[in-house]
C-alpha cells in the first residue's frame, strides 16, 4: 500500500480556519448588496450624457465608483469596531453593519487593510481618470475623497452634514462625476437626475439611523435622529421624499428630463410604508416594522433604476 503521506498538523488546520474566518469578515465588510446602489447611480450619470463611454473608460468609472463605495463600509466597519459602537448596536438585516468583525475580532487589522487599499485605489483611479478626461472631474472626485474619509469620524457629529452625505456621494458625486468622466462636462440633465439619488441615499441612510440611537449616542454621534428624535426624523424623511417628487416634475415641466423619466414615480407608494413605520415605532422600526426598511432600500433602488432606464430609452 503507498504511504499517503504525513497526517495534516493541527497548526496547518488552524492557520487555514483563522484564514477563512479573516477572509469571510473582509467579505462581508464590504456589505455587497449595498454596493448595487453604485452602478445604478452610474448608469444615471452615462444616460444623461447621452453618450456612451468606450468599453475601457467605462470599466474605470465603474471600478472607481466601487472602490470609493466600497471604502466607506470598510471604514465604517472598522471604526465603529474600535469605537465600541458594535458593541451595543441590535442589528437589523438593513441597519447596524455586517456584525462581521464583533463576531471574529482577530480580523481588525486587516479590515483596517483593506480600508486603506481600497482608499488607495479609489484616489489612484481617480487620478486616471482625471488624466484621461480633465481637471472638472477633480471636483466630484475631491468631494468623494472627503466624504469617505470624514463620514464615520465627523460627519455624524452634524445633524445637517450627516443628513445629506450619504445623498451627495450617490447623487452629485456618482451621477455628475459619471457624465463629466464621459462628456467632459456636467449637464442640466444630469444635475436633476442626481437629485433623486440625492434625495432617496440621504432618506435611506436617515431611517436606517433610528434603529441605532442609543448605540449611536453612546460613541458621540449627533446625527439628526438623535438631536432632533425619531419623530422629527420621520418627518424629515417625508420632506426628503417630497423633494424627491418636486424635483423630479420640474425637470420632466422645464424639459431638463425627459418625460418618461415620470415613470422612476412608479415604486414611490413605498414610501408611504417606509415613513408610517418610521412614524409609529420611531427608534423601534427595526424590530417593530423591518417591512418599513426594507420598502425604503427597494424605493431607494428601483426609482434610480427606472430613471437611469427612462433615459436610455428617450435616447
Not at 492557520?15 to 467579505?27: F, G, I, K, W, Y
Amino acid at each position: 500500500m503507498p504511504d499517503p503521506g504525513p497526517a495534516p498538523t493541527l497548526h496547518g488546520s488552524t492557520t487555514a480556519r483563522r484564514a477563512l474566518a479573516t477572509a469571510s469578515v473582509l467579505l462581508r465588510s464590504l456589505r455587497p448588496p449595498f454596493l448595487l446602489l453604485t452602478p445604478v447611480c452610474i448608469a444615471i450619470g452615462w444616460a444623461a450624457a447621452r453618450s456612451a463611454p468606450s468599453p475601457s473608460l467605462a470599466g474605470l468609472i465603474l471600478l472607481a465608483g466601487l472602490c470609493a463605495h466600497a471604502a466607506v463600509n470598510v471604514l465604517n466597519e472598522y471604526q465603529d469596531f474600535i469605537s465600541g459602537l458594535d458593541q451595543h448596536t441590535v442589528r437589523t438585516p438593513f441597519s447596524g453593519g455586517s456584525g462581521a468583525l464583533p463576531a471574529y475580532p482577530a480580523a481588525a487589522p486587516a479590515v483596517a487593510a483593506l480600508a486603506l487599499c481600497l482608499i488607495a485605489a479609489t484616489v489612484l483611479l481617480g487620478m486616471a481618470l482625471v488624466f484621461r478626461v480633465g481637471g472638472w472631474l477633480l471636483l466630484p472626485g475631491l468631494a468623494g475623497v472627503v466624504l469617505i474619509l470624514s463620514y464615520t469620524r465627523w460627519l455624524n457629529r452634524s445633524a445637517l452634514l450627516c443628513l445629506f452625505a450619504p445623498g451627495l456621494g450617490f447623487g452629485p458625486v456618482l451621477v455628475l462625476g459619471s457624465e463629466i468622466a464621459v462628456t467632459g462636462s456636467a449637464s442640466l440633465t444630469g444635475l436633476f437626475a442626481s437629485s433623486l439619488p440625492l434625495f432617496l441615499g440621504s432618506a435611506l441612510l436617515l431611517l436606517n439611523q433610528l434603529p441605532d440611537l442609543e448605540a449611536d449616542a453612546r460613541v458621540g454621534r449627533r446625527h439628526l435622529a438623535i438631536r432632533y428624535g425619531p419623530a422629527a426624523s420621520a418627518q424629515v424623511y417625508a420632506a426628503l421624499i417630497l423633494a424627491a417628487i418636486v424635483t423630479l416634475l420640474l425637470g420632466v415641466v422645464i424639459g431638463a428630463l425627459p418625460p418618461p423619466s415620470m415613470m422612476a414615480l412608479v415604486p414611490f407608494p413605498l414610501a408611504w410604508i417606509a415613513w408610517r413605520g418610521a412614524h409609529r415605532h420611531c427608534n423601534h422600526i427595526g424590530l417593530e416594522a423591518p417591512q418599513a426598511l426594507g420598502a425604503n432600500v427597494v424605493l431607494s433602488m428601483s426609482a434610480p433604476s427606472l430613471l437611469a432606464l427612462s433615459l436610455y430609452l428617450s435616447h
